[in-house]
């Protein structure tokens, strides 16, 4: 059970530049999750996904596209990346959003993105 | 809005030395209090949740309490294998996602 997996790791981008962070977990997850997480700020809710084909907007959407075409991935897209994008960003998976005991939110590793 | 405030901001433990740490949040209806630790370049990791006044869960050397407007996560006897990053997130009633604090970071020093 390799649970929740981030693809790139670390990636550092020109200004202007467009990449896809790919989130995979295997728990057969319903609810996906695209955090950041930046110094002062704490962990800011991205996008979000309650299942296959699904998108919604979180906190911060400004500049982010994501994509949920299998129910065990959830793309985040940057089309054009500026630096106020520099950040670590995680995925997360629950297998619920609201059934206590089953609502826990499961973090990947983290992809670490500079933009310059 | 919902908020959550962690305090302080930074701990520093000998080994052994029992402590608390604060999160006291304002969310219109609360669903869930969630505690997460991280470790340095990692994901955060799943400690407790905890759903209403009064509850309390324990794991280990760590101790969850809740009330109407805080949660005290207690550590007692910390190791230095204690020393991380911990998190306390909030979810609203009705709600669709964790609202986080900053955090603590913890230091047990041997």
């Known amino acids: 059970n390799a649970g929740v997996t981030q693809t790139p790791k670390f990636r550092v981008l020109k200004t202007g530049q467009s990449m896809t962070l790919l989130c995979a977990q295997d728990?057969?997850?319903?609810?996906m999750y695209w955090y950041r997480q930046d110094p002062g700020m704490g962990l800011r809710l991205i996008h979000y996904s309650v299942g296959e084909g699904t998108t919604a907007k979180g906190e911060v959407p400004d500049g982010y596209n994501v994509s949920r075409l299998k129910k065990q991935n959830f793309l985040l897209g940057l089309e054009s990346a500026a630096p106020s994008q520099t950040s670590v960003y995680f995925c997360?998976?629950?297998?619920?959003?609201?059934?206590?005991?089953?609502?826990?939110?499961?973090f990947g590793p983290g992809t670490r993105l500079t933009v310059l | 809005e919902d908020q959550v405030t962690q305090s302080p901001e930074a701990l520093r433990l000998q080994e052994g030395e029992s402590s608390s740490l604060n999160c006291s949040y304002t969310v219109s209806g609360l669903r869930g209090l969630f505690w997460y630790r991280q470790d340095p370049g990692k994901g955060p990791e799943f400690l407790f949740t905890?759903?209403?006044a009064g509850e309390e869960k324990e794991k280990e050397r760590l101790k969850a309490t809740l009330t109407k407007k805080e949660s005290f996560l207690h550590i007692t006897a910390p190791k230095p294998e204690d020393s991380a990053t911990y998190l306390c997130?909030?979810?609203?009633?009705?709600?669709?996602?964790?609202?986080f604090g900053e955090g603590t970071q913890l230091t047990v020093n041997p």
């Open positions: 728990m057969n997850h319903e609810y």
């Open positions: 997130a909030v979810q609203a009633v009705g709600g669709s996602r964790l609202t």
């Open positions: 997360a998976s629950s297998y619920s959003m609201g059934l206590a005991g089953s609502d826990e939110q499961f």
């Open positions: 905890l759903y209403s």
